[in-house]
């Protein structure tokens, strides 16, 4: 069975660019999740999608950032325009969806290096 | 919202001495502790988990403790090898969300 993927691994580019980032989740996992570790800080919490809707996009730092998952399947983290500080490792995640919790599993994440 | 905090942030241990993480969270609704190792350049992965009706479990030389009164969990690593040398995360699920601590860079010493 395929793990969750991410692309693409590296991804630098200058201020004010654009830049998508595509999540694949694992097949059936209804729960995707993205994260950022920014600095070798701690991996903080961007937004969870439940299927295609937005259950919670709390974390997303400002309307620079704009997440989907069209269908319900994979899911694309765009960043337009692109600032210094956006620069980090962006991780998704997925797992499955029921009642209680269940082990998240992450991609190898996309590092974004903003120039 | 969750807030996790971890300890210490970075840990250096002689091989074959046992290594000691600790986070603590703040909501108590939080009910799946979960730890995560991510090696140089490699996806966090789990290594162990604990739910919220266990006190301890343990799987060969990795065990976790967890004191829900006390809102704080541990991370127990015994007979330390090279290959254990990463940055360990803790984290607490609330309701649908993963809150992560901020990471243990754990060193083993030949």
């Known amino acids: 069975e395929a793990g969750v993927t991410q692309f693409p691994s590296h991804s630098v580019i200058e201020k004010g660019q654009t830049v998508t980032l595509r999540c694949d989740p694992i097949?059936?996992?209804?729960?995707l999740y993205w994260y950022r570790r920014v600095m070798g800080k701690e991996i903080k919490f961007l937004l969870h999608f439940v299927k295609e809707s937005k259950q919670d996009e709390s974390g997303m730092p400002n309307n620079r950032f704009l997440a989907e998952r069209t269908g319900g399947t994979y899911s694309t983290l765009k960043v337009q325009p692109a600032e210094l500080e956006d620069s980090g490792v962006y991780f998704c995640?997925?797992?499955?969806?029921?009642?209680?919790?269940?082990?998240?599993?992450f991609g190898q994440g996309t590092r974004l290096t903003v120039v | 919202g969750e807030n996790v905090e971890q300890h210490p942030s970075t840990l250096s241990v002689q091989e074959g001495d046992s290594a000691v993480i600790k986070c603590t969270y703040s909501?108590?609704?939080?009910?799946?502790f979960p730890w995560y190792k991510q090696e140089l350049g490699k996806r966090p992965q789990l290594i162990i988990d604990i739910r919220s009706n266990v006190g301890e479990k343990k799987d060969q030389r990795i065990a976790v403790t967890l004191n829900k009164t006390a809102k704080h969990f541990s991370l127990h690593i015994t007979e330390t090898q090279p290959e254990d040398s990463a940055v360990y995360f803790c984290?607490?699920?609330?309701?649908?969300?993963?809150?992560f601590g901020a990471g243990t860079t754990v060193t083993v010493r030949a």
């Open positions: 909501d108590s609704a939080s009910n799946y």
């Open positions: 984290a607490a699920f609330n309701d649908y969300k993963l809150s």
């Open positions: 995640a997925s797992s499955q969806l029921g009642t209680g919790s269940s082990e998240a599993f």
């Open positions: 097949s059936g996992h209804d729960n």
